[in-house]
């Protein structure tokens, strides 16, 4: 089985993958969800196929807007690399490293269909003054509410109808994260 979204296989060593990401589990006989970038089984392909996009006619504005995605989502992950290391609850600790995955593997899907030959260098930020987990898990979900507000808003400017499926994907996977970090 393979996911549509970030195209990559599921099998039996995998599916578990970053499941504290999320709130319902995959299991060997029921996988619901990419365990890589978190999407919905209605993205998963029994026939191994994978959402193409047509990257090649994307105007200036769709490639803008993949660029700033690729930013928004390392910038998150990045971000949940350091509440990891950063939180008490050893839970609270587990949600963010997944998370943080999560996060950078969509990263990776922007870069790959704007065609962009290499992550950009961002500036490191601190989270220094969140010294607290429900401090962090706030800041989490001001984090998530901005990344669903721009897949919604710019998934209805990009000129590739494909592309439109694969942002309100991530669209979902996003809100899933605000009850998460919510909990
Ligand atoms: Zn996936």
Do not use: W
């Amino acid at each position: 089985m393979k996911c549509r979204i970030c195209g990559m296989e599921i099998n039996e060593r995998n599916f578990n993958f970053n499941e504290e990401a999320f709130i319902n589990k995959n299991s060997i006989d029921n996988i619901i969800h990419c365990p890589f970038c978190g999407v919905g089984k209605e993205y998963l392909s029994e026939s191994n196929e994978i959402i193409a996009v047509q990257s090649d006619l994307f105007d200036e504005n769709t490639l803008k807007i993949l660029d700033h995605a690729v930013k928004l989502e390392l910038f998150n992950g990045d971000f949940y690399n350091t509440a990891a290391m950063k939180a008490k609850n050893d839970k609270v600790k587990k949600v963010f490293e997944a998370l943080s995955k999560i996060e950078i593997c969509h990263s990776k899907i922007h870069q790959r269909l704007g065609g962009f030959i290499k992550a950009p260098n961002l500036s490191k930020v601190s989270y220094d003054s969140y010294d607290s987990d429900s401090a962090l898990l706030q800041l989490a979900k001001q984090k998530e509410e901005h990344a669903v507000g721009y897949y919604e808003k710019y998934k209805n400017q990009v000129n590739d109808s494909n592309l439109f499926e694969i942002f309100a994907a991530l669209a979902g996977v996003e809100k899933e994260h605000i009850i998460l970090v919510e909990e």
